[in-house]
């Protein structure tokens, strides 16, 4: 650390060429090999650090970059141009806060830091009520589509996460994770809740909630190169959540209880086919082992996990299900294997799953594991083995080693606290 200490020191008065000389120099921070970008007036450099992220953290050389805990923070854009490299990075919305929080990934999840140790950056969105509550990010990383909204958490169930009055309403925004600038305030016909992004980051769709004032039925389409909305469908009442494989987009559609299949070979997607699954689904999980085949949560009337067959897009039909206590809500996939693990809130605490997948068949895997934390999460994500998750309610995140069992919870500064989390990639040098 001192060794990187010195070098931002050094650069700090070479003019505009000499720092351009300095950018694939061999640095010495222990012996790694690392990139260097630095902002026209030299306050702000960021340090990516090979194959291990060291000190890769936005070094504040001037102005007030301080955030929680004496935490430095800073502008994470592409401050020196083609060497720029931005690490893998975890994103949360910070609701009810008005902010994005962006954390060291393999910091914050693999090694075990508080969100004041692995904290990046905060991005501020308080201009946007009532905050962000769920967000996506582009397969490069570069930015996130964040839905602004209250979702489901408005009255008493937002009494039971401790939200207190929620204001309705709410826009989508396109924001710059490097920058922190917001690119687009997008508005869709209801307040919207849910997001994907299409694997090459060109198009996203949001599931329009609505609020308590107006009931959503809709799914919007929005163009990321042109930043504009381009379209929208309706599908039903109360859609929440969407998931995206190929060309057939599923959203359900909580008040009518179905999976609604959508065509995105249009603009804007048009209408396939739907099934009951419930009176309440709720977050559906495409399974690339079995493409004529998803998976949808269903939060009560039963609660469960229903297997719906698209082998006829048409007329889908659900098959089989696993029931379940509580509300079961989140679902991720883990890893290679056919297997999922889904989030059910108790309220008073959350129970993790665990479900294998085969063809047509789903059925649970060994006992689930009860978290004491409070509240209802909205979405998991699983990666190398480990489940992260927020739970909205006593402000908290959770990290859990899905091979050992081994649970840790880590506090938010406030509460109700995050609603969602999400990957954002490692950027290279080459990135667009």
């Known amino acids: ?44 450099l960021w340090l990516a650090c090979g194959l291990v992220v060291l000190a890769c953290r936005p070094a504040a050389t001037g102005g007030d970059g301080v955030g929680e805990s004496g935490t430095e923070t800073g ?51 308080s201009a946007y009520a009532p905050g962000p509550l769920e967000l996506a990010v582009t397969p490069d990383g570069h930015r996130a589509v964040v839905t602004v909204g209250p979702g489901f958490f408005q009255g008493s169930v ?47 769709y949001t599931a329009n909630y609505g609020d308590d004032a107006v009931q959503g039925r809709s799914v919007s389409q929005i163009d990321l190169t042109m930043l504009e909305l381009i379209g929208s ?65 269903d939060s009560q009337g039963p609660a469960g996990v229903s297997l719906v067959d698209i082998a006829t897009p048409g007329t889908p039909t659900a098959p089989t299900r696993v029931d379940m ?15 999922v693990v889904v989030l059910a809130s108790r309220l008073t605490s959350v ?9 047509l068949s789903v059925a649970e895997v060994g006992t689930p594991l009860n978290i004491g934390v409070a509240g209802f999460p909205l979405g998991v994500h699983v990666a190398d083995g480990m489940a992260v998750f927020a739970v909205p309610g006593e402000g908290q995140v959770v990290v859990v080693d899905l091979a050992s069992e081994e649970v ?25």
């Not at 994470?76 to 060497?83: E, H, I």
């Not at 206590?325 to 297997?339: K, L, N, S």
């Open 75 to 125: 502008d994470l854009g592409d401050l020196g141009g083609a060497a720029f490299l931005a690490p893998r990075r975890l994103v949360t919305a910070d609701w009810l806060d008005g902010r994005l929080s962006v954390l060291d990934y393999e910091g914050f999840v693999t090694q075990g830091q508080s969100r004041a140790e692995a904290l990046l950056a905060e991005i501020d969105l």
């Open 158 to 204: 937002g009494a039971l996460i401790g939200a207190g009055e929620v204001a309705g309403g709410g826009v989508v925004l396109v924001v710059d994770l490097l920058t922190q600038e917001v690119l687009a305030e997008l508005v869709t016909p209801e307040p919207p809740m849910g997001v994907v992004i299409s694997a090459d980051g060109s198009t996203a």
């Open 351 to 359: 129970d993790l799953h665990r479900l294998m997948i085969g063809p």
């Open 408 to 432: 840790e919870v880590r506090a938010w500064p406030s509460e109700p606290g995050p609603t969602f989390v999400a990957e954002a990639p490692a950027e290279s040098a080459e990135s667009p």
């Open 233 to 297: 469908v309706d599908v039903g009442a109360r859609p929440e959540q969407l998931a995206l494989m190929g060309d057939m987009l599923a959203v359900n559609a909580a008040g009518d209880g179905t999976v609604v299949l959508l065509d995105t070979t249009v603009t804007p997607p048009t209408f396939i086919g739907a099934v009951v699954t419930s009176e309440d689904s709720s977050y559906p999980l495409w399974m690339q082992d079995f493409p004529e085949q998803l998976l949808m949560t």
């Open 1 to 44: 650390m001192t060794d990187t200490r010195e070098t931002i020191e050094a650069v700090q008065g070479v003019d505009e060429s000499g720092r351009r000389r300095l950018l694939n120099a061999d640095l010495p921070t222990n012996s790694r090999r690392a990139r260097l970008a630095l902002d026209p007036g030299g306050s702000l």
């Open 325 to 339: 206590d509580g509300f079961p809500y989140a679902i991720d996939r883990v890893g290679a294997a056919p297997e």
